[in-house]
């Protein structure tokens, strides 16, 4: 049986019941899952979160998919949350290369199981968390269908960046500051750093307070800006992935029309060619569906437990 692990209930706004553990990785780090099962679940969504996310940014949306008879189990991603941190610079978003959050992705599905979470799975996966999906269901995860949020299949990236962005190509994976932030990163977490007014994440200021809230109280979920080695392996990862096949799975992705962080076009051009894929825009929607307005919110998650219920 795992440990236990902390559960931030305080600032959750979850279903009561949820748990928290402790698992490891096949390389040995520490690792946070949690999940909220309740009698009767229709099955169980497997969420992966989005790039300095956590545990408890998803304890809304553990409520959302109970309303609609799901089960949820998420996980902090190695160096982030409550997870081992793989820099000095705890506050640096970091990983050596990307295909070792698939580790996380293994680490999570046998605790679904050791926790008896009812099947089928199925994914649902945010930003950072979608591009670590795609490499997922295209090496076989045990869900029967997938709903992807704002995935991150190529990033915008500002003005700044962009010349440093050519370099770190030419250089290929051979950087020589892999362990600095690129220009415009720092290491304080993007909600406590900058206003609800020009905020990329949310049009709705509730749900920007809930996250503002959380790392407030709680530091020790907060991350800042990437490393350099974050962006190039990010980089090197979308190439990869963009290269291959879309799986025979039945899937429905998300982006907003106000998207700024993510690239729609790279959304746009994958589903275009996935065989059971479809496609939605999002009216008002910014970067993160699942924080969004109500409306929006409840859209979201009536279209994407139906998709479930289609393909259980």
Not at 9 to 36: Q, S
Not at 208 to 236: I, N, T
Request: with cysteine; charged share 25%; proline share 7%.
């Amino acid at each position: 049986m795992a440990d236990r692990a902390p559960l931030y209930v305080d600032v959750a706004d979850a279903p009561e019941g949820g748990v928290a553990h402790w698992v490891t990785a096949r390389d040995g780090l520490k690792l946070r899952a949690a999940n909220w099962a309740h009698g009767g679940a229709k099955g169980t969504v497997l969420l992966f979160p989005g790039r300095t996310e956590y545990v408890e940014k998803y304890g809304r949306a553990a409520a959302d998919l109970r309303a609609r008879g799901y089960a949820m189990a998420t996980i902090d991603w190695r160096g982030q949350g409550l997870a081992d941190r793989l820099h000095e610079d705890a506050a640096m978003g970091h990983v050596p290369d990307f295909v070792e959050y698939q580790r996380d992705v293994a680490a999570l599905v046998a605790y679904a199981r050791a926790q008896g979470l009812p099947e089928p799975y199925h994914l649902l996966a945010h930003s950072m968390g979608g591009c670590i999906g795609l490499r997922s269901v295209m090496q076989d995860l045990p869900v029967k269908s997938a709903v992807f949020s704002a995935p991150m299949w190529g990033l915008l990236f500002a003005l700044p960046l962009r010349p440093v962005l050519w370099s770190m190509r030419r250089l290929g994976r051979r950087l020589p500051w892999p362990n600095r932030y690129p220009p415009g990163q720092r290491p304080e977490t993007y909600v406590l750093h900058n206003g609800y007014q020009a905020n990329v994440l949310t049009s709705d200021h509730d749900m920007w307070e809930y996250m503002c809230r959380q790392v407030d109280k709680h530091p020790d979920l907060a991350l800042g800006g990437p490393s350099f080695r974050w962006v190039q392996e990010a980089l090197h990862e979308m190439e990869t992935l963009a290269a291959k096949p879309a799986p025979d799975l039945p899937t429905l992705t998300f982006v907003g029309n106000r998207e700024a962080v993510v690239d729609p076009f790279r959304i746009h051009d994958r589903m275009r060619n996935w065989p059971k894929g479809e496609i939605e825009v999002l009216s008002h929607a910014r970067h993160e569906p699942m924080m969004e307005s109500v409306e929006i919110r409840d859209h979201f998650f009536d279209r994407t437990t139906a998709h479930f219920d289609a393909n259980s």
